[in-house]
């Protein structure tokens, strides 16, 4: 009864949009399947439990965010990047620590994860770099939560220009493809890279085959006729 309510909650607010502008999140991910989140493609629903366990992990990071305000080195919080054209962000929290400025990013996830993360994972990094680049920050945190036992692991990373120009040409090309109505081909380890085991697109990605296609083409095939 209070099951099937939260349930609906949930399964309500996860509308399909048209996405219209990058964020700092989309940076070195599958282009493919950022293009079709641009395109509102069809994709698969999250079901309300994974959407529960979000929301769970944002409560978990505003805690971490409090403590660290209570600490008083907090100098910004959940603080946009400088507007520009292509990419949009906000970061966690910039702090100041022994005199040096470091932008901070929470990353919450399951024991079972936690357990074996040894270093900072690669799409965490490169949204920090993003961070980094845009606030001109040479320091940040990756500050990582375990949703189940509230375990903490930090790994600081260090601005890597190369990396962030990378990702913004990256971005960039992406853009040229959206303009053009080109679907970008699959990412070359498909289908076993971690990605393709979370994407919402899996079945419309299969049904695209591996190369680029033209988007107006593809999506008259996969859209019922009336
Ligand atoms: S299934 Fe893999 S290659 Fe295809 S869109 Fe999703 S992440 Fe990209």
């Known amino acids: 009864m209070l099951k099937e309510l939260i349930d609906k ?9 048209e996405q219209h502008h990058f964020y700092i999140t989309d940076a070195g991910k599958c282009p493919r399947a950022t293009f079709f989140k641009f395109k509102n493609a069809p994709r698969e629903k999250m079901d309300a439990r994974v959407l529960r366990m979000f929301d769970h992990g944002d409560y978990m990071q505003m805690q971490i ?9 907090v100098r910004a919080s959940e603080i946009n990047i400088p507007p520009q054209e292509l990419i949009s ?16 990013d929470f ?7 936690f357990k074996n993360l040894s270093s900072a994972k690669e799409e965490n990094i490169n949204q920090l770099q993003l961070y980094l680049h845009f606030f001109k920050i040479p ?14 692991k930090e790994f600081i990373i260090n601005y890597n220009p190369t990396l962030a120009r990378t990702l913004l040409e990256d971005l960039s090309a992406l853009k040229n493809k959206l303009d053009k109505n080109i679907v970008p081909q699959r990412i070359p380890d498909y289908p076993d890279n971690w990605q393709c085991q979370y994407c919402q697109f899996k079945e419309i990605c299969a049904a695209a085959g591996e190369n680029e296609i033209n988007w107006e083409d593809f999506k008259n095939k996969i859209t019922p006729t009336p």
């Open 9 to 17: 909650f949930y399964m309500d607010r996860q509308r399909d949009k």
């Open 65 to 73: 965010l409090s403590t660290l305000l209570s600490l008083g080195i």
């Open 107 to 113: 990353k919450s996830m399951n024991s079972m994860i």
């Open 139 to 152: 320091k940040g945190i990756l500050l990582y939560i375990n949703k189940d036992s509230l375990e903490l």
């Open 89 to 104: 962000g906000r970061a966690d929290a910039i702090i100041s620590l022994g005199n040096e400025l470091y932008v901070v």
